[in-house]
């Protein structure tokens, strides 16, 4: 196990520069994920601790050592990829084995860590198979296994269930929790998708155009995102962001064309904003007890009930857990309570706390 230190680190190819001065810690056993939208640099810059990307600027450190200019077999770290990146001529033992049969591990040594790591990913009955003859999560089990059995100081993962189906995404993400709960191996973990994020992190780091909006705890990033952006991309429905007023009233703000809704941020006065209110923070109340809408969808999950509406020029996604017999065209009654409203500068779209 190590800590990785990430020091300004930049990364250009020709004149476009892709990674911005980024500097991140990670400390010793924690799971860090990096997430954020296509080309925002996430995958470059974990191919950039692997050694597998040059840097030009900055610094990169693993366990305390500069490794900017060692070899990626020599920086004691293994990397899983999106495709499994198996050999197909080879059985699952050999595939697992394979890399510590590089470093001429003896074979006793090499058949125990095996055995050992097939034990922890369910994996006994099929060391003798070929990957052909496996499913795509016992595939990607077998790459996560030769990466666990070289017991190396850094995992690095680099959105390795994107190719699953739905189900065994959700199967695959509780394995890779467990497993780090039992190793206790320094983890960063790369995905495009903010539920995988939110569900595995210790510390989610959201980038954006090769730099970091905000990093910290899944909940923190949840309850008190920096600006829009990071508000928008974690949480599942997204945050709905609305313009808005805020007037001589400093508990209440004014959606444009719209109603009033209270919130509970002191001193906002004569402020353009951007409201930001999560779906699952949207109720629905008898006539009277809130702000009319005008159901434009409806989608039925099973355990909630999708709800989009029109209130004035905005779109409204709200979800809610109580089914609802409505249809397009009614005319619903909804309210938030002031607590869950988010209020964000209109010009530099970060949180006004």
Known sequence: MAVVKIQNVRKFYGSLETIKGVS??????????????????????????????DIND????????????????????AMVFQ???LYPHMTVEKN?????????TNKEEIRKRVEEVARILDLSDYLDRYPRQLSGGQRQRVAMGRA???????????????NLDAKLRVQMRAELKEIHAKLKTTT?????????????????????????????TPVELYDTPANTFVGG??????MNLMDGNCGADDSLVTLIDGPEIAHRIAGVLDTKVIVGI?????ETVGSGEGFDARVINVELTGSETLLTVQIGPHTVLASLRQRQQLKLGDTVTLRVAPQHVLLFDKQTNLRIA
Request: glycine fraction near 10%; charged fraction near 25%.
């Open 96 to 104: 697992m084995g394979f890399s510590l049969r590089l470093k001429k």
């Open 83 to 85: 495709n499994y990146a």
């Open 278 to 282: 999560r779906p699952e923070h949207i």
């Open 24 to 53: 991140i810690d990670v400390p010793d056993g924690d799971f860090v994920v990096l997430v954020g939208p296509s080309g925002c640099g996430k995958s470059t810059l974990l191919r950039m601790i692997a050694g597998l990307e």
């Open 148 to 162: 666990i059995a070289r017991k190396p100081q850094v995992y690095l993962f680099d959105e390795p269930l994107s």
């Open 233 to 238: 991309f974690i949480g599942s429905p997204a």
């Open 58 to 77: 900055g610094e990169i450190s693993i366990g305390g050592e500069v490794v900017n200019d060692v070899e990626p077999k020599n920086r004691d770290i």
């Open 188 to 216: 960063i973990y790369v995905t495009h998708d903010q539920i995988e994020a939110m569900t595995m992190a210790d510390k989610i780091i959201v980038m954006r155009d090769g730099i970091i909006e905000q990093a910290g």
